[in-house]
């Protein structure tokens, strides 16, 4: 099955700082990927996604491209907000075709004022 | 569409009880996942549904839990007899079949605490 690297947390950056989550995973083929995010007390949510190489997806600032050389699908925001502090995950797609994902396992997010 | 329900939002009991977990997925969609949340293991996937048939159910603890769709609108799970380390945050989460790059659905969760 996949499996994924995630960097661990916590995080903490200073509101309008640079965030970068790093993601590399290992799959069979070339799977679609995602990221999720999770506010505190919160079920998780789809925060952006790309289906295919060089693909970026894109959501409420973040950004992230499929690589597949290097099998990586990097988070990335120009300038945090207090309001981004959550936990965020990546999450490879699995190749069986049943909408089965791996989750990583997390990088909590704190974004101070 | 109010999104995936799940009941209780919160439980506690204690040790041996019987705890049963409800959930409704989104209306329309064919795939149902329970996950497990604890700091320790992070976000496990228990078993999932495809049309309320179990696909894979080789993230289930143990013969302890078992879990339930007898329809396409009600999922249960269910843990006989509850223990202490089964304290976690429970998710379930729904999506719908198609193309690659679906999106799942997710529940508040269920807050289990056995004391």
């Known amino acids: 099955g996949n499996s994924v690297t995630q960097m661990e947390g916590p995080v903490t950056l200073s509101e309008e700082a640079f965030l970068t989550i790093n993601c590399t995973y290992t799959?069979?083929?070339?799977?679609?990927l995602f990221w999720y995010v999770q506010y505190p007390g919160e079920g998780l949510q789809l925060l952006l996604k790309?289906?295919?190489?060089?693909d970026k997806g894109s959501n409420k600032g973040f950004e992230a491209t499929y690589r597949k050389e290097t099998t990586s699908f990097h988070l990335e925001k120009g300038s945090v907000q207090v309001s981004d502090s959550a936990v965020y995950f990546c999450a490879p797609e699995d190749s069986g075709g049943y909408q089965k994902v791996t989750f990583g396992i997390g990088t909590k997010l704190q974004v101070i004022p | 569409d109010a999104g995936v329900i799940q009941s209780p939002r919160h439980e506690v009991t204690e040790m041996g009880q019987e705890v049963t977990l409800r959930c409704k997925p989104i209306?329309?969609?064919?795939?149902l996942f329970w996950y497990r949340q604890t700091m320790m293991r992070g976000l496990e996937l228990l078993i999932y549904?495809?049309?309320?048939?179990?696909?894979?159910d080789s993230g289930m603890p143990e013969d302890r839990f078992s879990a339930k769709m007898p329809n396409a609108s009600f999922s249960t799970l269910k843990i006989q007899p509850s223990e202490p380390r089964d304290s976690a945050v429970y998710f379930c989460a729904s999506s719908v079949a198609g193309t690659r790059g679906n999106e799942q659905f997710f529940g508040p969760g269920t807050r289990l605490t056995v004391l």
């Open positions: 799959a069979t083929g070339y799977p679609s």
């Open positions: 790309a289906t295919k190489a060089d």
């Open positions: 209306s329309g969609h064919d795939y």
């Open positions: 549904f495809n049309n309320n048939v179990p696909i894979d």
